[in-house]
């Protein structure tokens, strides 16, 4: 009878503990959430290499919160401690309450209040962009420097929308992370927002890494909208070729500029560089692959799952989420057209050398935003090839908007 | 936060952003493309340098070689088996060799293969059967 009954209360204990009994409804719709996150990300591959990790760190951390907890301490009357180790005391330090002596036992956090430290302190964006620098070929852009105005002007969309984000209530810091969407930069908006609004890094990732997977969608009826046919069938002069040396002096010259006049931006373009560095110098072959595969991967996936694990519900369901939602998209195709207006601009300058098309790429999001200005530009003429050209305003929209926020990071933090 | 002190952080915002987003953007072109022009400028010197010792050399080479030799060869003799073929397609195939295999290869012979398919359908298969 003992036993059935020792049983029973065993059971009962059990389901006490399961998510069953404690979860609050938000997080039942933020599983439900992140079932569609994994379905896009598997069966449509919406940027599956970050949307999976995001997408199932969501999932763990709404059925299992405690995933990520901050450690703590316990208060345990030292009689019972004593009495559930054997008689052997133990060297915590003891707090008095109502003339009963505890000891106050610390408690570990959960795994992913460790991983995402990384998050926390500004760790993982600029080691994504290591491996981001090694990634890329900037040889388009010194080939071409002018593109870098296209990088600019991609980047107005941050600022307008910071405007919008102030109008609806958000505060100056919270704005400024909303309107870095605009960026389409991934780590760019993950490294402010850990700055200046940590409260809502879980939708401003969300909804970074939702638009850069839409880029395809998003950007095309803008940059049809905004051109002429005409202009859209411009083929643009072949790139010169570009030597070695000014690919080795590009990075090293970039650092020393962008950490002079805007240190706030330093770590995201230093590391940048470094792993441009490692690429073009050519002398460090086994750095070089280890930035751009290995760890970048290991980084991915931390930033993948605790970004995720930030969405619980709530957090997440909120009013202000949509807003963020909304704010975003909007900074999103302010920066694709304005891009796209000020290639228009150098079209004309240029007496109809630039197609305007490759101003939308100014909107980092490497180098997606590039193959959507191949693409337009090949629907209108299937022997134009604008990939290279589009890479220019594409690579330059990276610093570009590390220099963005840098400027939000120096005023608002 | 009232609306005037919306405004002002706005504004703020938008120009600073305009402004140090554009400025450090536009000195990093200049900066480019003056050491673009610089490290240009050196190669090309740096070309005309090597060029200028190459063109010395073949010199001093063809004097040394005329001094021990007076009687002139042809400088390239034609393959032996050429199987009729014009020089301009001997020229054509010697250079293809040349950019394929560089300096040191030599064109001792050239024979026509007897073709069983057509250029084309040889491209077509090629084509079709690259990807397995």
């Given at each position: 009878m003992e036993i059935l009954q020792g049983f029973l209360e065993s059971i009962v204990d059990l389901y006490k503990n399961s998510g069953l009994c404690y979860l609050p409804w938000q997080?039942?719709?933020?599983?439900?959430?992140?079932?569609?996150?994994?379905?896009?990300?598997?069966?449509?591959?919406?940027?599956?290499?970050?949307?999976?990790?995001?997408?199932?760190?969501?999932?763990?951390?709404?059925?299992?919160?405690?995933?990520?907890?901050?450690?703590?301490?316990?208060?345990?009357?030292?009689?019972?401690?004593?009495?559930?180790?054997?008689?052997e005391s133990a060297s915590y330090a003891i707090t008095t309450l109502q003339g009963v002596d505890y000891y106050n036992v610390p408690t570990n956090g959960g795994l992913f209040y460790y991983l995402y430290q990384g998050v926390k302190l500004g760790i993982y964006p600029p080691l994504i962009f290591l491996g981001v620098g090694a990634m890329t070929d900037f040889g388009p852009l010194i080939a071409?420097?002018?593109?870098?105005?296209?990088?600019?002007?991609?980047?107005?969309?941050?600022?307008?929308?910071?405007?919008?984000?102030?109008?609806?209530?958000?505060?100056?810091?919270?704005?400024?992370?909303?309107?870095?969407?605009?960026?389409?930069?991934?780590?760019?908006?993950?490294?402010?927002?850990?700055?200046?609004?940590?409260?809502?890094?879980?939708?401003?990732?969300?909804?970074?890494?939702?638009?850069?997977?839409?880029?395809?969608?998003?950007?095309?009826?803008?940059?049809?909208?905004?051109?002429?046919?005409?202009?859209?069938?411009?083929?643009?002069?072949?790139?010169?070729?570009?030597?070695?040396?000014?690919?080795?002096?590009?990075?090293?010259?970039?650092?020393?500029?962008?950490?002079?006049?805007?240190?706030?931006?330093?770590?995201?373009?230093?590391?940048?560089?470094?792993?441009?560095?490692?690429?073009?110098?050519?002398?460090?072959?086994?750095?070089?692959?280890?930035?751009?595969?290995?760890?970048?991967?290991?980084?991915?996936?931390?930033?993948?799952?605790?970004?995720?694990?930030?969405?619980?519900?709530?957090?997440?369901?909120?009013?202000?989420?949509?807003?963020?939602?909304?704010?975003?998209?909007?900074?999103?195709?302010?920066?694709?057209a304005a891009g796209v207006l000020f290639g228009k601009l150098m079209c004309v300058a240029t007496k109809g050398k630039v197609n305007p098309l490759i101003g939308s790429a100014g909107v980092s999001a490497v180098p997606m935003a590039a193959r959507v200005s191949q693409k337009v530009g090949q629907a209108e003429d299937p022997t134009n090839f604008l990939l290279m050209h589009a890479m220019g305003p594409n690579v330059a929209g990276v610093i570009g908007s590390a220099v963005a926020a840098g400027v939000l990071l120096s005023i608002l933090g | 936060m009232d609306l005037s002190e919306k405004l002002t952080i706005s504004l703020t915002i938008l120009i600073t952003g305009f402004v140090v987003v554009f400025a450090v953007l536009i000195l990093l072109i200049l900066l480019i493309m003056i050491y673009g022009a610089i490290v240009s400028k050196i190669q090309k010197s740096a070309d005309e340098k090597k060029a200028k010792k190459e063109a010395e050399l073949e010199a001093e080479k063809a004097a040394s070689a005329a001094s021990a030799q007076p009687v002139t060869t042809p400088p390239a003799a034609v393959p032996a088996a050429a199987d009729g073929m014009s020089d301009e397609v001997i020229a054509v195939i010697a250079a293809a060799v040349d950019a394929v295999y560089g300096k040191g290869a030599k064109v001792k012979s050239i024979k026509k293969v007897p073709q069983s398919r057509p250029v084309w359908s040889t491209a077509g298969i090629l084509d079709n059967t690259r990807p397995f």
């Open positions: 997080n039942y719709i933020m599983i439900l959430v992140s079932i569609v996150l994994l379905y896009l990300a598997i069966k449509k591959q919406y940027e599956p290499m970050l949307l999976l990790p995001i997408a199932f760190g969501m999932l763990l951390v709404n059925l299992y919160p405690a995933i990520m907890s901050a450690p703590s301490t316990d208060l345990v009357p030292v009689a019972d401690y004593i009495a559930s180790h054997n008689g071409n420097p002018k593109s870098f105005i296209l990088g600019a002007a991609a980047q107005i969309g941050i600022l307008i929308t910071f405007i919008g984000a102030i109008f609806l209530g958000f505060s100056g810091a919270q704005s400024g992370a909303i309107a870095i969407i605009g960026g389409a930069d991934g780590p760019t908006a993950i490294f402010v927002t850990s700055k200046l609004a940590p409260e809502l890094l879980g939708p401003i990732a969300v909804a970074a890494y939702s638009y850069m997977a839409l880029v395809p969608i998003i950007q095309p009826p803008i940059m049809k909208a905004l051109t002429t046919k005409k202009e859209r069938t411009i083929v643009m002069k072949q790139l010169r070729p570009v030597s070695k040396l000014e690919k080795i002096i590009f990075p090293v010259l970039v650092v020393i500029v962008v950490a002079i006049f805007l240190p706030d931006a330093a770590p995201l373009v230093g590391m940048l560089m470094l792993g441009n560095l490692f690429r073009e110098s050519g002398v460090v072959d086994r750095l070089f692959k280890t930035a751009q595969n290995e760890l970048m991967n290991i980084i991915t996936i931390f930033l993948g799952v605790t970004v995720g694990a930030t969405a619980t519900g709530s957090v997440f369901l909120k009013i202000d989420t949509l807003k963020i939602i909304a704010l975003g998209l909007i900074a999103f195709c302010i920066g694709t | -």
